[in-house]
């Protein structure tokens, strides 16, 4: 008997039901082309939306930020001072998105949990779609606030629960704005009137909408026409931006009370200089450009096209995400075992992260590609279907 027992008990475990994750090794920048377990692949899986990962624009930015202003921030901004570069970001960001205000976080995640217990608490009813992020899920849990899960884009169900609950104090909407697994999009405008009718907050998750809808990539607000509307937009800077942070941007009253109660903006510190000085440089190319989210579009709309010819069915997606869905885990796994050794790297996505008979291998897009890279890739996804009998 060890005291470790039931850990190493929950790992066998993991392994004979198929869902012990295994996680490959990248040994090169993410580009079209990256190297992962030592062989050079296409990859198709990463959330590298724009190419941003890997840009000599971002790459020189944060080199000269850690020539200029060292390699960490070594404070929690509250405590002893935040840079002058994340207000810089900070103030970017807004002008990006047309909100009056923004305020940087370690990530995505990191902004969803400072968020959502800062606005709510027990006296406060949340109404979250049954589809959202992990992160809005933790963030929803930190706080004693009553949680109502509504059916999956389901505007009525929401405006139902709103009725429902018309007497509570405070009520916030949160939805992703792009969901990740099947990349559709939420019904924003729907639920912006559903919130100005019974005056709650509308928070929106951009992660997957960032660089990637609206104007220039401005994301879901922008691409709804919803400027204005809803209070709170929170953003990741990990994934069409390339780098690592998160954000909230939105109302000024809101932006600066997260400074003042945003947990992880107190407790713990800032992102490095190199990360926003990439950070940066990110949000000045795509306001001088909108070239590589066109660029985006078009490969997402070339490639969907033609798996469709193949015969593959590849969802309701909206966006550049595109699920091809395979059915059952196993048909994934091993689709996905076969794409790599054809030189493909496209990971197998299945239960508990998609529904039991969901499963699939959910291929990302970015701008990176060639025309090339997507003929190829197109080529191997018919040998491999034809092959497993999926098409
Ligand atoms: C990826 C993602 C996050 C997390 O963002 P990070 O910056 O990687 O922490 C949060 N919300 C949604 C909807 C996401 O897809």
Redesign the pocket.
Known sequence: MSKYDFIVQELEGLKEQGLYNIIRTIESPVGAWTVVDGRRVLNMCS?NYLGFANDPRLKQAAIKAVEEYGVGPAAVRSIAGTMSLHRELERKLAEFKGTEDAVSF???????LATIPALVGKEGVIFTDEL?????IDGCRLTKAQRVIYPHRDVDALAKALEEHKDAPKKLIVT?????MDGDLAPLPGIVEAAERYDALVMV????GEGVLGSHGRGIVDHFGLHGRVDIE?G????AFGV???YVAGKREIVEYLRQRGRPFLFSSATTPADVAACIAAVDVLMETDEPVRKLWDNARYFKAKMAELGFDTGQSETPITPVMLGEAKTAWEFSKRLFEEDIFAQAIAYPTVPKGKARIRVMISAVHTKDDLDFAIDKFAKVGRALGVI
């Not at 998750?205 to 997957?208: G, I, N, R, V």
């Open positions: 959330n370690q990530s995505g995640f990191c902004a969803n959202n992020h992990a992160s809005i992703d704005g792009v969901f990740s998750d951009d992660a997957h929170v990741t800077l990990s994934k690592v942070g998160g």
